[in-house]
């Protein structure tokens, strides 16, 4: 449950060391991912059997309450503040220079220029998705650019704000490796002049910033030389819970993406350590879970000093290297949809 602010005894406060944290209180629009993340967090608490206390402190939107309780957390002698969730409390943080104690945040601020160096901030980035497989793709499955100058990269996207962010995301990391994508916008009513787009015998690769559902409809627009490649708004579900999942996976034979091991790899000895969330989640909450384990895992051995360090997590191998970088990286795990299912494809990098 949430504690006052102030309410840690003498006694707990020597002895124990001590997490806060910091959750949007019920009342904001962010209660519902706050609550999937609390109970992750206190999921890896209790698997890890350590003897740490956890404070949850509820926020609204404002400021001042932000700021009040981390000048309670240094009060206090909070071994570690976690959070918040919302990126623009985040920014607040780092342009406010307020964090005077280690802190893990939610989520990635506008800029990371000024942020302290005892704050850290993780995040499931679907830019950074993208940005990761245009990399894993370049590398490893798309060959050698000679010297034809006709396209042969094509980034599909539509007018939605996450599909525009991923596809910039696509752009800017296609354009630091030398390739000139050409950018393709869809909708069901322009599938014509998309698949004139796409008809070009040296198209080698295609990266999708749509959501499984957009993608199984335009799929057959793409030609058949063509390797597909997507971030994690491709997962179709977990058939089991999802109606249309079994469709979906079939539509989207051979297309590669990435996502979280928690989603992807849920017999892996890493993931069975922590237990399902209590009630069934829809995908975007259990991904919170999800975060909520790694959030909880990074902050104890931050809290402990260390500022460069890798961890295998449910949301992908983590990194950290404060010298170099505010932002844990995150590599998700890269698979395929094969006959229907999930297939995970190991690669060296």
Request: glycine share 8%; aromatic share 6%.
């Amino acid at each position: 449950m949430p504690t006052a602010l102030g309410a840690t005894a003498p006694a707990e406060r020597a002895v124990r060391p001590t997490v806060m944290l910091l959750l949007p209180a019920q009342s904001t629009a962010f209660a519902l991912p706050a609550e999937a993340l609390r109970e992750g967090f206190f999921a890896a608490h209790k698997a890890s059997g350590d003897d740490i206390a956890i404070q949850v402190v509820e926020l609204d939107d404002s400021a001042d309450q932000l700021g009040v309780a981390l000048a309670s957390a240094r009060d206090r002698g909070v071994g570690i503040v976690v959070g918040p969730l919302p990126r623009a409390a985040v920014t607040d943080i780092v342009e406010g220079q307020r964090a005077g104690l280690p802190l893990l945040a939610l989520n990635f601020p506008e800029s990371d220029g000024a942020a302290p160096a005892t704050m850290c901030a993780m995040a499931l980035s679907v830019e950074a998705e993208a940005q990761r497989i245009a990399r894993l793709a370049l590398s490893e499955f798309v060959g050698v650019r000679t010297a034809d100058t006709r396209p042969r990269i094509a980034v599909v996207t539509r007018t939605g704000g996450i599909e525009r962010r991923i596809a910039q995301a696509y752009v800017s990391a296609l354009r630091s490796q030398g390739e000139v994508p050409q950018l393709v916008e869809w909708t069901p009513a322009t599938a014509g002049k998309v698949a004139a787009q796409l008809a070009t015998p040296t198209l080698e690769a295609v990266f999708l910033a749509l959501t499984a559902r957009d993608a199984a409809q335009m799929r057959a627009l793409i030609p058949r030389q063509a390797q597909i490649f997507g971030t994690s708004l491709l997962y179709v579900g977990d058939p089991r819970t999802s109606p249309d999942a079994a469709t979906l996976a079939h539509d989207l034979e051979g297309v590669r993406f990435v996502d979280m091991p928690w989603l992807l790899e849920p017999d892996h000895a890493g993931v069975m350590v922590y237990p399902a969330p209590a009630n069934a989640l829809p995908t975007e909450l259990v991904r919170l879970y999800a975060l909520g384990i790694d959030a909880y895992r990074l902050a104890t051995i931050w809290m402990k000093g260390e500022r460069r360090f890798d961890l295998d997590g449910v949301t992908g191998r983590l990194h950290v290297d404060r010298a170099k970088s505010l932002r844990v990286e995150r590599r998700p795990v890269l698979a395929i949809y094969r006959g229907g299912a999930v297939q995970r494809i190991d690669v060296a990098r």
